[in-house]
C-alpha cells in the first residue's frame, strides 16, 4: 500500500508536467491508479465553513485536521479518530502522506496555507474569497499553473444549475449585448458588524484558541471577541469585508457570463474610510473596456444599507443579480433559477420538477480532479483573476478615488500610492 500512495502522490505532483493546460479546463493526463482509490486529504479549519468542507470530502482518507481551536479541533477527531491534529497548518503541511489539502480558514490565511501547500506540489481546495489581497491572487494563480495540480475556490454554487441556465441566455443572446448589471448582498449588517473602531478592553484568551496562531500572518494585538469566531469579516487586518465574502458568489455567473476581465475601473463610495473596520454600506462600479465582440460593460455593486433606485431596485433580487441587455433582462437570486424579463412580459424559468442542488458536487469534482486531472470549474486559473477584480472594490473605497487596474502588470496606473494595498506585510514565519 505504500508504494501505491507513493505512486498516487508522484502522480498528483508530476501529472502536470507534460500538460499543464487541464488547469484551465483542458482534459489532461488521466492517472495510473483507479478513480475508486481514495486520497489522504488534510483540513486546515474545522469549524464552521470547515465543518462542512470536511464533511463533503469525507468520502476520502482524513489524514490530518487543523484549528486553532481545541474544542473545535476534538469534535471534528471523534469523527476521525486516526487523523493526527495540529494547531499550526505550517506542521500540517509537512506530513508526508498528504494527497491534497483543503483550507477553509479566516480570509488572511488562505495564502499563506495555499502557497505552503502548493510549492509542496499539493491539490488545494480553498474557501472564497480566494486570497485577502490582489498580490496573493495572482500569486497563487501563477503557482498554482506552475505547479500544474488540481484546485478550486470554494464558490460551491458555482455549477447551480439556475446560474448556468442564466449564463447560457446571456451566451445566446437573449436578451441581446448586456452594457449594465448589478449586483447585492443585504452583508454586513444582520450578519458581522462593520464601520468599528479597535476594541479598547482586553479580556482573557479563551483556554481553548490559540491566538497568536489565529492571528498568523497579520501583526500582533489584544485578543478580542469583535474578532473571533466569526466577526473577523468586518476588519481589514483579517477579512475583506462583504463583498470579499459575497461578491465571490453574486458576480460569479455575471463574471462568466461577461467574460468579464482585462483593465478596469473602479470607484467605490460609502461612509468615512475607518483604519481597521470595513464600512457599514458601500457601492462599487466597475468599467470593463469592450472584450471581443462584447460592448464595455459597467457592474454596480451594493453591499450592506445601500440599495439601488427605480426599477433596478424593483427587479434586483436580494443577494441576486440582475443583467440589462440592449433586448430584455435577466434577474438570478442566490442559488436560485432566473427570471427573465422581455418587453412587458415577465418568466420565472424555474423547472417544474426543480432538483434541490447538491453542494457536494463542487467539493466532488475536486476530488474527482486530484485523481483524473479532470477540469475544476472554480480552477484558481478562473478564481484568482475573478478575485483580482472583486478585492479592487476594497482598494478603491479606501483610496478614496477611482483607480484605473492593469491586469497585465498588476498595478493600479493612475495613483501609484494606491499600489500599496494591493499587497500587505506578513509578520515573519508567514510570509507568502
Not at 483610496?399 to 487596474?405: D, L, P, R, S
Request: net charge neutral; aromatic share 8%; proline share 7%.
Amino acid at each position: 500500500m505504500r508504494h501505491s500512495q507513493t505512486s498516487r502522490r508522484d502522480f498528483l505532483k508530476t501529472s502536470a508536467l507534460g500538460t499543464a493546460l487541464w488547469v484551465s479546463g483542458t482534459q489532461g493526463l488521466q492517472a495510473a491508479k483507479s478513480p475508486n482509490e481514495k486520497l489522504n486529504l488534510g483540513v486546515i479549519g474545522v469549524g464552521g465553513r470547515g465543518r462542512a468542507n470536511l464533511n463533503n470530502v469525507a468520502t476520502e482518507n482524513i489524514v490530518a485536521l487543523c484549528d486553532v481551536d481545541d474544542t473545535r479541533l476534538g469534535q471534528a477527531a471523534e469523527n476521525h479518530k486516526s487523523a493526527k491534529k495540529y494547531a499550526d497548518y505550517r506542521e500540517l503541511l509537512q506530513q508526508d502522506d498528504l494527497d491534497g489539502v483543503v483550507i477553509a480558514t479566516p480570509d488572511h490565511h488562505h495564502a499563506p496555507a495555499a502557497i505552503r501547500a502548493l510549492r509542496r506540489g499539493l491539490p488545494v481546495y480553498c474557501e472564497k474569497p480566494l486570497t485577502h489581497t490582489v498580490r496573493e491572487a495572482r500569486l497563487l494563480t501563477e503557482t498554482a499553473r506552475k505547479m500544474g495540480v488540481a484546485t478550486q475556490m470554494g464558490t460551491q454554487n458555482h455549477e447551480h444549475p439556475g446560474y448556468v441556465k442564466m449564463i447560457d441566455l446571456v451566451k445566446q443572446g437573449t436578451i441581446g449585448p448586456v452594457r449594465e448589471a448589478h449586483v447585492i448582498t443585504d452583508r454586513p449588517g444582520r450578519w458581522w458588524k462593520q464601520g468599528q473602531t479597535v476594541p479598547q478592553d482586553q479580556p482573557a484568551v479563551p483556554k481553548d484558541l490559540h491566538w497568536d496562531l489565529w492571528l498568523g500572518p497579520a501583526a500582533k494585538r489584544a485578543y478580542s471577541p469583535a474578532y473571533v469566531p466569526f466577526a473577523w469579516r468586518g476588519w481589514w487586518d483579517f477579512g475583506c469585508g462583504a463583498i470579499g465574502d459575497m461578491a465571490i458568489h453574486l458576480m460569479d455567473p455575471v463574471f462568466m457570463a461577461l467574460n468579464l476581465g482585462g483593465p478596469v475601473k473602479v470607484t467605490s463610495t460609502g461612509p468615512a474610510v475607518l483604519p481597521a473596520s470595513g464600512p457599514t454600506e458601500m457601492i462599487t462600479k466597475f468599467e470593463f473596456a469592450a472584450r471581443g465582440d462584447l460592448p464595455p460593460c459597467t457592474i454596480y455593486w451594493y453591499e450592506g444599507e445601500a440599495r439601488p433606485t427605480g426599477e433596478v431596485a424593483e427587479r434586483l433580487p436580494m443577494n441576486g443579480s440582475l443583467l440589462i441587455g440592449d433586448d430584455g433582462q435577466i434577474a438570478c437570486p442566490h442559488s436560485k433559477y432566473p427570471t427573465l424579463f422581455t418587453g412587458d412580459e415577465k418568466k420565472d424559468l424555474t423547472p417544474e420538477n426543480a432538483e434541490k442542488f447538491s453542494q457536494t458536487h463542487h467539493h466532488q469534482q475536486w476530488i474527482t480532479a486530484c485523481k483524473t486531472g479532470s477540469p475544476t470549474g472554480s480552477n484558481f486559473d478562473y478564481a484568482g483573476p475573478f478575485t483580482e477584480i472583486v478585492l479592487l472594490g476594497n482598494v478603491a473605497y479606501r483610496t478614496g478615488e477611482t483607480v484605473h487596474y492593469d491586469p497585465q502588470s498588476m498595478k493600479i496606473t493612475n495613483n501609484a500610492q494606491a499600489n500599496d494595498l494591493l499587497d500587505k506585510e506578513y509578520r515573519a514565519g508567514w510570509e507568502v
